[in-house]
């Protein structure tokens, strides 16, 4: 394209975001002479270069739009009509701009309805162009202004064309991005070569070298510093607009707000700042729509009528926060906790020990609404695990706080670039990787692990993670385990899981670079990176790496399901045992009738079933799984459901155990829920309605052991409880047993 | 006929003013353990030793892994597998250097031959018969005094999709 066209668009579109939120400020202060004068130059700029491209269209709008605006500054009473064709004015230049960018060319056209709509309330025959709330005060006739307007427009334009020179202050020169990339990628090369050198001289020891060395090692970090700075842009390149969408908000809500902006000088890498801006701006909706009370509601609750919205941007710790705040009523902690509930993504049991801080968790899972009504701007569900999942993207993070009554704040926190981050250098098979600092929370020894169900789980404090081994997952040589291989510890919007490598080699910075189209499909990797020593690393993606262990990252399916099954027993008391070599397993004591101690004599074998007598009975007896070698002596766990009853046959019972059934990690085993931390062991909870259905497989037809089972089954549906006795502190009971 | 010493690491972009001119096509020599294929010098950018190969977990054999290439990074791309060959004892020596689609590769092979300036009437099309896997990769042949040299088509060696 035309440079000068190029040149002219971006020009524009700065100059139109300048417009509107000048136009905002003006509305909202209609004696602020100092936004008109600024929105009359900045539209006379547009005018002049338009003529000049000979861009008539936009010319024309610019124009009718000046003389608005003149009207306005001659002191015609402000309205709201004339803001709204002002914006809409801006909107079609927009409109007309994206053309012009797709085909170097004005789309054909007329744009008569908006310049007409100007002329005729120029005229005063237009009280109110669109539908929209009661303006404060009639407009009263501002006819009279409007040919004395036009010539002003003319005689003002020296002074109007003056202006702008002098407010560019600063001298600018306007670079592609391209340009400014490509210096970064020299930059990056001269930083890694300059680590190569620093490398070599520390090897080899030259004391001649070692001045010019340092002096070069200084210079070539300032210089990577100059360039990242070359790339940083204020925030009000996003903050500016955010007035205007206020602005709208408050008509479609009929909803006021006094909208407060701070730090729009913090400044940020330019990709990123492009990066949050639909984030941020779904996060001003979710205030002005759900956050901020109605002005009846406001005033009732002694709120002053118009809500406030805050958003500022500072820098902390080496990242730039921005804070998105309201003062309406805060998020409904109880209605979050119902729906959370109903929709099965928790047991009311689990729900009830979540902090207020715990439960708002949940409206950043996708589909998680508790709207009643869904609107235009908000309320269907979609939009925060969206924010979430696009801040995390570039390596920021999203959390909030909120309180009842007094409004909620929403808090990103964004790295200050793309290009540079701190990594973990791990190495899996002797072969080294990138791990970004930012998803990991710290690295243990593998002390913990324990292979459950096959799969490997790290116990660290009170939780169960799940973890991989790297080279495993990598399909790597298998490496020869030592004894201090570590685990390290990663979350990926909330979920831990952890990767089993041989070291971690340090902490170093990194420059990020994409791997070629060849590799798009590798999911596993984000990109590589060149270290000091001129070695090629893989930098590895945290989020491929988590869906890639099946972690369930941007649905909730898997935790609804988790609930669902969680929900069948409510016990307390626990029975934990151990049946093969696996895991050791646990059963809710309120599911088992009994317990019985049974001799090798005591099972018998009939009809490819094996049989206990129980109580002059045959009852079925199904081995648990994972137990190996031939059904012989050992505890029967004699069950009833659904009215029958069958047993399970265990080696040994360990332990009673009153501990909250928390299902941490959901199997893939029919036979099993999932597997749970019990005191400090990773145990699996059995599912005896998988028992049940092998014990009976036509369970509702004719039950295998005829009518009198179930008669007697019957009879024993109040079940005597357990023989056990609580054993002071340990919590642990012995149980009685049969011979 | 000149000769390129397969130790130094030489820029053949030069090499390729002196082709062309008098109707002739300048090609170096690669071997593939004893097979010997052409390669055009204006298409390739570097011959260089390689160093150290990053291998990249989960990807077809064919890719070798990536080379620090004087602070670029260089996919490197087997020769050998690429064109069917069983892979062989010892790891490739020598890389020549391509650049596509502001990607950078480098076919590896186990040394480097003769360059060969190539008349015009050299050439000779592809027999029919040849192995259709292997032909795939083939431009053209050249008859020379050492017999017959298959011209490699970096185009679609380097084209995985």
């Known amino acids: 394209m035309d440079e000068l066209l190029s040149e002219f668009l971006s020009e524009t579109a700065e100059h139109i975001v300048g417009v509107e939120s000048y136009l905002v400020l003006f509305e909202q202060n209609p004696a602020d002479a100092n936004a008109l004068t600024h929105i009359f130059r900045l539209l006379h700029t547009i005018k002049g270069t338009c003529g000049f491209l000979g861009l008539e269209r936009l010319r024309s709008i610019a124009h009718a739009a000046e003389t608005l605006i003149d009207t306005l500054r001659n002191g015609a009473p402000p309205a709201l009509p004339a803001v709204s064709l002002l914006l809409q004015a801006m909107d079609r230049i927009k409109q007309l701009l994206a053309g012009v960018a797709e085909h170097e060319q004005e789309p054909a056209g007329d744009d008569l309805d908006i310049t007409g709509k100007i002329e005729a309330y120029l005229r005063g025959e237009l009280a109110s162009p669109i539908p929209l709330p009661p303006m404060p005060e009639p407009a009263a006739s501002p006819k009279c202004c409007s040919g004395r307007a036009m010539q002003d427009a003319e005689s003002l334009m020296p002074e109007a064309e003056a202006t702008p020179a002098k407010e560019k202050a600063p001298d600018t020169i306007r670079i592609s991005l391209a340009t400014i990339q490509r210096i970064m990628d020299l930059v990056s090369e001269l930083v890694l070569t300059r680590n190569q050198i620093v490398e070599l001289s520390r090897q080899h020891s030259i004391p001649q070298v070692k001045a010019p060395l340092e002096r070069l090692s200084t210079v070539t970090s300032d210089l990577q510093d100059a360039v990242m700075q070359a790339r940083m842009q204020p925030m009000n390149r996003l903050f500016a607009s955010i007035p205007r969408l206020v602005r709208e908000l408050s008509i479609e809500l009929k909803k006021k707000f006094s909208l407060v902006v701070a730090g729009a000088d913090t400044e940020l890498d330019r990709q990123l700042i492009e990066a949050i801006r639909d984030p941020i701006a779904h996060l001003i909706r979710n205030c002005a729509d759900h956050g901020i009370e109605s002005p009846e509601d406001r005033v009732a609750a002694g709120k002053p009528e118009a809500g406030k919205i805050s958003i500022s941007a500072f820098y902390e710790s080496g990242q730039v926060h921005i804070e998105i705040a309201d003062d309406g009523r805060g998020l409904d902690a109880d209605g979050i906790r119902r729906t959370a509930v109903e929709r099965g993504l928790v047991s009311r049991e689990a729900m009830a020990n979540m902090t207020d801080d715990e439960a708002y968790r949940f409206i950043l899972l996708p589909g998680f609404s508790t709207a009643k009504a869904v609107t235009q701007i908000s309320g269907r569900g979609v939009g925060m695990d969206v924010v979430v999942s696009s801040v995390e993207a570039i390596g920021g993070a999203v959390s909030m706080q909120s309180s009842r009554g007094s409004g909620s704040k929403f808090v990103l926190q964004i790295p200050l670039t793309l290009a540079i981050a701190p990594a973990l250098i791990v190495k899996a098979s002797g072969q080294q990787f990138a791990v970004p600092q930012q998803a990991v929370i710290e690295a243990v020894s593998d002390g913990g692990l324990q292979k459950v169900q096959n799969a490997l789980v790290l116990k660290l404090r009170d939780e169960i993670i799940p973890v991989v081994e790297l080279a495993t997952v990598l399909q790597l040589q298998p490496p020869s385990r030592s004894a201090d291989n570590l685990v390290v510890i990663m979350s990926v919007r909330g979920k831990k899981f952890g990767i089993l490598v041989d070291d971690v080699a340090g902490i170093q910075e990194i420059v990020v670079q994409p791997l070629g189209r060849l590799f798009s499909n590798l999911k596993l990797f984000s990109g590589n990176t060149i270290l000091g020593d001129g070695s090629i690393v893989l930098i590895l993606d945290p989020t491929g790496l988590a869906e890639g262990m099946g972690l369930e990252l941007t649905s909730g399916a898997a935790n609804a399901q988790e609930g669902e099954r969680c929900k069948v027993s409510h016990a307390s008391n626990l029975v934990l045992f151990k049946a093969g070599s696996g895991a050791p397993k646990v059963l809710p004591q309120s599911s088992i009738l009994r317990i019985v101690r049974a001799g090798a004599n005591a099972l018998c074998q009939a009809d490819g079933l094996h049989l206990y007598r129980y109580q002059d009975r045959l009852i079925p007896v199904l081995p648990i799984e994972g137990r190996e070698g031939k059904m012989d002596a050992g505890f029967v766990f004699i069950i009833t459901g659904h009215d029958r009853t069958f047993g399970l046959l265990a080696e040994e019972v360990l332990d009673i155990v009153e501990a909250a059934v928390e299902i941490q990690l959901s199997s893939n085993s029919n036979s099993i829920i999932g597997t749970m931390d019990l005191q400090g062991r990773a145990v699996e909870l059995i599912d005896t309605e998988h028992y049940y259905e092998l014990a009976y497989p036509a369970a509702l037809g004719i039950p295998r052991q005829g009518r009198a089972l179930s008669e007697r089954s019957h009879q024993l549906s109040a079940p005597k409880p357990i023989a056990a006795t609580l054993n002071g502190e340990s919590q642990s009971t012995s149980v009685n047993v049969q011979q | ?161």
Not at chain 2, 20 to 48: H, M, N, P, R, S
Not at chain 2, 120 to 145: G, I, N, V, W
Request: glycine share 10%.
């Open chain 2, 1 to 161: 006929m000149s000769h390129v010493c397969p130790h130094n690491v030489s820029n053949v972009t030069g090499a390729a003013a002196s082709g062309g001119a008098d109707g002739k096509k300048t090609f170096f020599t690669v071997y593939v353990g004893e097979d010997i294929y052409g390669l055009d010098v204006t298409e390739a950018q570097a011959i260089f030793r390689v160093g150290a190969i990053t291998p990249i977990p989960l990807m077809k054999k064919e890719i070798a892994g990536l080379i620090n290439l004087r602070g670029r990074v260089v996919v490197a791309v087997r020769l050998r597998q690429r064109l069917g060959a069983a892979p062989g004892n010892a790891p490739e020596s020598i890389a020549i250097g391509f650049e596509r689609a502001g990607e950078r590769f480098a076919l590896l092979a186990d040394r480097v031959g003769d360059v060969l300036a190539l008349p015009d009437s050299a050439r000779t099309a592809l027999p029919p018969h040849f192995d259709a896997a292997q032909s795939r990769y083939m431009r053209e042949l050249y008859k020379c005094c050492v017999g017959l040299i298959p011209i490699l088509d970096v185009e679609r060696l380097l084209d995985f999709e």
